[in-house]
């Protein structure tokens, strides 16, 4: 077991610099979960700790041993791919055990190792069969094993669920967030679904440009977004924001798209008049006579919810009700936003305003 620590990390390809200087702390056994969209640079520094990808500036330590001239079979690592890597020709437990046998490890410790991990995931009626034979949650689960036979310092997972149908990601994700529960080795997970990040991490780090905007448990970068951007990634449906200005300090109202007036449990002192973008989450709206009146355009019923995308002011909003009401596009409703949950951020530098 071993923490990970990257301090002030750069890449360059050439004359493109796509990671700007990451420092991120990851304590010994943690489930941190690297999130971001396509592009921000999340899987080439999950790469860079692997030693999959040569270190442009900054330092990666992997326990107390700094790590950026190791090659990769020297850092105590094993990586879990997109696309699982396996190798057609070998059976379940021959993938599982090859990289013990590698090392020229005894034939007695590598299936004592095997049977151990098959045992954990599931695989032991499947020992014996090939890839082919095998489904894609199936062959995750493979590859999930190759990885806990080398018994490492860290787990590094690649984006793991993304081939796999929506049914399957989400018993993968429980099935992955108890093994890491079992065996409690710090774990490195990367992935563009922010759903996956909210129900498995221990910590998220949101990453924009390579960037780092926001490191925290999932409930506080839910409840408490630092930016326009963490607040508008994390959630689903995402926040709505809506342009205006404050109309007054302290407990107020902010005057919204086409003259509605929204209300504010508290203002910072020395904005009244100034624009700022009011931010507030679909299920924090609720139908109320003195709400603000919007038009609905498309109702999207999911089961267990219903999803209203409507329009104040030309500008849309989203809401989501538990109810089952009996609305239809062209409706006109009234929708008044819980002041105690609204967030304000400046127009300018999209950085969050109210405590």
Known sequence: MASVTCHDVRKSFGSTQVLHGISIDIADREFVVLVGPSGCGKS????????????????????????????????????????????????????????????????????????????????????????????????????????????????????PLSNLDAKLRVAMRTEIKELHQRIETTTIYVTHDQIEAMTMADKIVVINDGLVEQVGVPLDLYDRPDNLFVAGFIGSPAMNFLKGRIAANGAG?????????????????????????????????????????????????????????????????VAVFRERHRFKPGDKVRLRPDPRLVHLFDEGTGKRLNA
């Open 253 to 317: 109202t902010f005057e919204g798209p086409g003259g509605a007036r929204l209300p504010l449990a508290m203002a910072p002192d020395g904005f009244a008049g100034r624009p700022a973008v009011y931010g507030v989450r679909p299920e924090h709206l609720a139908l109320a006579d003195d709400g603000a009146e919007a038009e609905i355009a498309v109702i999207e019923p999911t089961g267990s919810e219903v999803q209203v995308v409507a329009k104040l002011g030309g500008q849309p909003l």
């Open 44 to 159: 080439t520094l999950l790469r860079m700790i692997a030693g999959l990808e040569n270190i442009t500036g900054g330092e990666i330590r992997i326990g107390e041993r700094v790590v950026n001239q190791l090659p990769p079979k020297a850092r105590d690592v094993a990586m879990v791919f997109q696309n699982y890597a396996l190798y057609p020709h070998m059976t379940v437990a021959a993938n599982m055990g090859f990289s013990l046998k590698l090392r020229g490890a005894p034939k007695t410790e590598i299936e004592t190792r095997v049977e151990r991990a098959a045992e954990i995931l599931g695989l032991s009626p499947l020992l014996d069969r090939y890839p082919r034979q095998l489904s894609g949650g199936q062959r995750q689960r493979v590859a999930m094993g190759r990885a806990i036979v080398r018994d490492p310092q860290v787990f590094l997972f690649d984006e």
